[in-house]
């Protein structure tokens, strides 16, 4: 007879094998000229079931912040917060705020629980963020989250140098194109932009 001590390394590779996961998303960032534009799309999917098609993972963090998330809802709306926190702290120096942040999220014992991956951007910088104490910023302005993230940036990438276009329609057509592909996203997309000739909104309440 086997132990249960022998057993429950079975049981618990079974349960986790057989419990449904939540797939990912598309976040995609792109900047271009005096232009930049985080979009997400409105999918959840859990398992192989579509469980809501109009989630909003796009938001303003401030009024000059914007960011966009892929992972676990509840998780990225507590980083979010942290964020706003830390960009309280640092006014106009995103990079610091968001090394900050990421210095918590690898340290901390609750934060590092977090999943959840970010990219977050102002004017000056976009920056991605994981609970590995990552800050990575693109060398080419476009950056892609989520499990259809590298096929936006493929796109996004191909139509960068086209000058009929700006960034918010280069990341809508990219969208599409990851959309197309990645079956856990779809053309539900939210929009946020920051330009240096328009008016700054007010941050969007959570």
């Known amino acids: 007879t086997v132990g249960f001590r022998q057993r429950a390394p079975l049981i618990r590779a079974f349960a986790s094998s057989s419990r449904p996961e939540y797939h990912g998303t598309t976040i995609l960032c792109v900047r271009k000229d005096d232009q930049v534009v985080i979009i997400g799309d409105g999918q959840v999917s859990l398992g192989a079931t579509v ?3 109009n989630a909003r993972k796009v938001r303003r963090v401030t009024p000059d912040v914007i960011a966009g998330f892929a ?21 106009g ?17 609750y934060l590092r629980r977090l999943e959840a991956t970010m990219v977050v951007s102002d004017l000056q910088t976009s920056l991605t963020l994981t609970g590995d104490g990552d800050v990575l910023e693109p060398s080419d302005g476009v950056i892609g989250i989520g499990s259809g993230g590298m096929y936006a940036v493929a796109a996004a990438r191909a139509m960068m140098d086209r000058t009929d276009l700006d960034a918010t329609q280069i990341a809508k057509r990219a969208m599409e194109i990851a959309a197309d592909i990645c079956v856990y996203s779809n053309r539900n997309f939210t929009i946020e932009t920051l330009a240096a000739d328009s008016p700054v909104p007010d941050a969007a309440t959570p």
Do not use: N, Y
């Open 51 to 53: 469980v809501k098609p």
């Open 71 to 91: 992972g676990a809802t509840a998780d990225a709306m507590s980083l979010f917060e942290r964020l706003e926190a830390r960009l309280e702290e640092h006014p």
């Open 93 to 109: 120096q995103l990079m610091r705020s968001c090394v900050e942040l990421a210095k918590a999220w690898r340290t901390d014992k």
